[in-house]
């Protein structure tokens, strides 16, 4: 089920809230919980039945393991569960997503003929395969207390976060599921929830949803495009990325905070950032912090000198990389991400007094790192989203040719928003010659507010600061505005990692 569809905003959501509010009322607090993880299972499954088989194996095996260290808590013991817990959800990870990518290559290499299994790949996997990762391990180190099964459900399951993060810990939800106050309506945190759901809400429709269509056809057309349209197709989908995901973290805090729980920050403005480390220190933050926690430290981190500090951080971003797909292309992007931080961890050039553990040796103006971190994080995306590496390098050789064939013309015409309609019917019936022109100017107004977006502060700190009505009044007409435009429905970009 999509947040941006009329079945969540008008069936699912206010049943799921009046249940949960109703039956907390009424002090049925293990109900409540029970009702809560039905109707997640409902949502997740909403997609596709069998996925709930792969979900529940999954709840069920890892709270078994917790169980078992509770119950059998010899310290040989826990590392023999440890190791089955990490063997088991990796597995499932593997089989799902990557056993095609493995048995591909395999064919290539050594010229077999494996048959592959063309496995649809489960919503969400990566996520709650994380973050159950973190909680068996952390009930391995003696972090993490053993919860009840319907607490350890509530927490895997819950709706907001669940097919796409943030990537919660256990101890960031778990303990609100616990605590019986938590269960009363709160309407400071209703209407805070409601606003930076609209706001969401409003980046993936309005903008994400509008970009796409730009995006999809240069991606698919590389061929046609000159050295300009490839830039204008690249800088649309890092606005695209950004405002889909963004989007999506926003809707999944503020529907926590409609229930009264609260989610993790995942973005913190990263396109404002002077560096690829400062970048990635705001852009899908629970990520990182899991692959810093549970990967980085565990293979010592900076504890064991510059050069393996340096190896670590590569490997991880490299890691990073494949998490996010089964193909090359993730691969090659990951190692790209991996020498970027090395590269910031030299500490050779950059913006001084920026935060870290010491000023590069080269200072350079903010404004210049803010402008070289976003265009080579922007040059990184085309290996990103392209389908092969070859289509990758055809995108390089346009934008690098520095020819203009006249090929934005081709983008022009997917700028034709249902929002100019009359517009547009007016200018073609009184001067059909100044329809592009239209076009043009809605391009450039449509990267204007793109900028102008990205360029405040995050949707957090705008929340939290002075509430005025007409801070309510905007979210509340960017709501209406994203619900007329539901019939432009698409599925989040992070659903297919």
Sequence with gaps: MLFNSYIFIFIFLPITLLGWYGLNRLHAYKISLLFLVGMSLWFYGYFNPKYLLIILSSVFVNYGLSFIYEKFGSKAAK????????????????????????????????????????????????????????????RYRGKAKHYDLLNYAAFVTFFPQLVAGPIVLYDEVMPQFEDLKKREFNTESFTKGL?????????????????????????????FLDSISTFIVGLFYAFELYFDFSGYSDMAIGLGMMFNIFLPQN???????????????????????????????????????????????????????????????????????????????????????????QDPKIGIPKLLG?????????????????????????????????????????LLPY??????????????????????????LIMILLIAVSIFIIMQKNSLQLLNETQTKKKYIFAAIIFCWSIISFSQVSTFIYFNF
Excluded at 311 to 329: D, Y
Excluded at 334 to 356: E, F, R, T
Excluded at 382 to 395: G, Q, W
Aim: glycine share 8%; net charge positive.
């Design 267 to 357: 973005f913190n403005s990263p396109y404002k950032a002077c560096s690829m480390k400062q970048l990635w220190q705001g852009w899908h933050i629970t990520l990182s912090r899991f692959f810093v926690n549970y990967v980085y430290i565990p293979m010592g981190g900076s504890r064991k000198g510059k050069v393996r500090a340096l190896f670590n951080v590569f490997f991880i971003f490299m890691l990073s990389g494949l998490w996010h797909g089964a193909a090359w292309t993730f691969v090659v992007w990951g190692i790209i991400q991996g020498l970027a931080l090395v590269w910031d961890n030299l500490y050779i050039i950059g913006v001084k007094g920026q935060g870290g553990k």
């Design 415 to 440: 700028m034709d928003l249902p929002e100019f309609y009359f517009i547009k019917q007016i200018v073609s019936l009184k001067a059909p010659a100044v329809l592009n022109y239209m076009y043009g």
């Design 195 to 223: 606003w930076i759901f609209s706001i969401g809400l409003g980046k993936k429709v309005l903008l994400a949803d509008v970009l796409a269509h730009v995006v999809n056809y240069g991606f698919d057309n590389a061929v």
């Design 370 to 410: 803010q402008f070289i971190t976003f265009n080579f994080f922007l040059g990184t995306l085309f290996v990103f989203r392209a389908n092969t590496l070859s289509d990758a390098a055809l995108m390089f050789k346009n934008i690098f040719s520095f020819h203009y064939t006249g090929s934005i013309s081709r």
């Design 79 to 138: 590392v023999i569960w440890l190791l089955f817990g990490l063997g088991f959800n990796l597995g499932i990870l593997f089989y799902f997503k990557y056993f095609d990518f493995f048995i591909e290559n395999i064919n290539s290499v050594f010229k077999s003929d494996f048959n592959l299994r063309h496995i649809l790949l489960p919503l969400g996997i990566s996520f709650f395969t994380f973050q159950q990762i973190s909680f068996i391990v952390d």
